[in-house]
């Protein structure tokens, strides 16, 4: 499908359902069970690849800095049936949290079968492996139940970066604004329960999280 | 040439991957992947791909194409997610060239 990959897009209501659902699974196959996550750890669990820049030659140290200075996927065949998704990643970022973004937003593509994937658009499969890596790193449910309420709290909880926790506060007051609340208590969703007991959180037994 | 149904079972097989894991994995029902197995039924492209990268494996593989000698530095061009304008399409084929080569 030809697609502008300049505008960008905004996916159906429906497939951020399914992205934060993906996340949930995504946490509960890694045996994620506190935060901050560390995205490293997670690829290993979920049996990815990782390889470090500084492992390449000299060449492809130089074009990689320039392709992506944090991480990319490069999907490579060893063979008739084999195709391997590794993720490469510059050790060398000073910047360690947004690399925990840029991670994690590798792991995200690989999980969401976008390497294999030819039907969709780059720029969708863009979108939704940065929402779904941002929404994993800070998910607003967990924001709420530890109050953390803004950006710099964010931040130092789930070890974001600026961009990220800011990101991550604007998307939590959207969030806030959207929640079904009753009786002065939140009532988180299916996705949300799961994040929540992966971290040994039971919200249904006192009916929800206050506001 | 083998079926979906076919390459899926044998990639199950050769990865010690049960019916349950990939289900997990691909967040399907276990009775949906046992479908996939027991009948002609393809998955819509998205599953697809969860499947075949769940599998480290490709689409194409996975639908019975024998076309890996096909993945060549083009195919793999088209297939890097990111959508970076900072490397034009000749030096991102020099990157994969450079890593396969370890140049």
């Known amino acids: 499908m030809e697609t502008n990959e300049n505008i960008p897009v905004r996916l159906p209501d429906s497939r951020y359902e399914e992205l934060k659902a993906s996340a949930a699974t995504m946490q509960e196959l890694a045996g994620v069970q506190s935060y901050p996550i560390d995205s490293l750890w997670v690829a290993q669990k979920l049996g990815y690849e990782v390889h470090t820049y500084n492992k390449l030659g000299p060449e492809a140290q130089i074009l990689a800095r320039r392709y992506s200075e944090d991480a990319f996927i490069l999907p490579c065949p060893k063979g008739p049936i084999d195709v391997f998704y590794p993720i490469y990643y510059n050790d060398e970022v000073v910047n360690k949290p947004r690399l925990n973004v840029s991670i994690m937003h590798e792991c995200a593509h690989i999980f969401l079968g976008h390497p294999a994937n030819i039907e969709m658009s780059k720029q969708q499969k863009e979108v939704e492996a940065k929402f779904l890596a941002k929404f994993i790193l800070a998910p607003p449910i967990i924001c709420h139940y530890y109050h953390l309420k803004d950006a710099s709290s964010i931040r130092n909880f789930f070890n974001l970066s600026y961009e990220a926790a800011e990101y991550a506060q604007n998307y939590y007051n959207k969030w806030l604004g959207h929640s079904k609340v009753k009786n002065g208590l939140i009532h988180p969703t299916t996705t949300e329960c799961r994040l929540l007991r992966q971290l040994n959180i039971e919200t249904l037994s006192k009916g929800g999280i206050p506001v | ?103």
Request: avoid cysteine.
């Open chain 2, 1 to 103: 040439m083998s079926t979906f149904k076919e390459r899926l079972s044998e990639l199950l097989r050769l990865r010690g991957i049960t019916q349950r894991e990939l289900a997990a994995r691909v967040e399907l029902t276990e009775a949906t992947v046992s479908r996939y197995m027991s009948d002609e039924r393809i998955p819509n492209a998205t599953i697809l791909a969860r499947i075949a990268t769940a599998l480290n494996t490709s689409s194409d593989y996975l639908l019975g194409n024998d076309a890996q000698e096909d993945f060549n530095v083009e195919k793999m061009v088209t297939l890097l997610a990111r959508n970076a304008s900072n490397l034009t399409n000749e030096e991102k084929t020099a990157l994969i060239a450079a890593i396969i080569g370890n140049k």
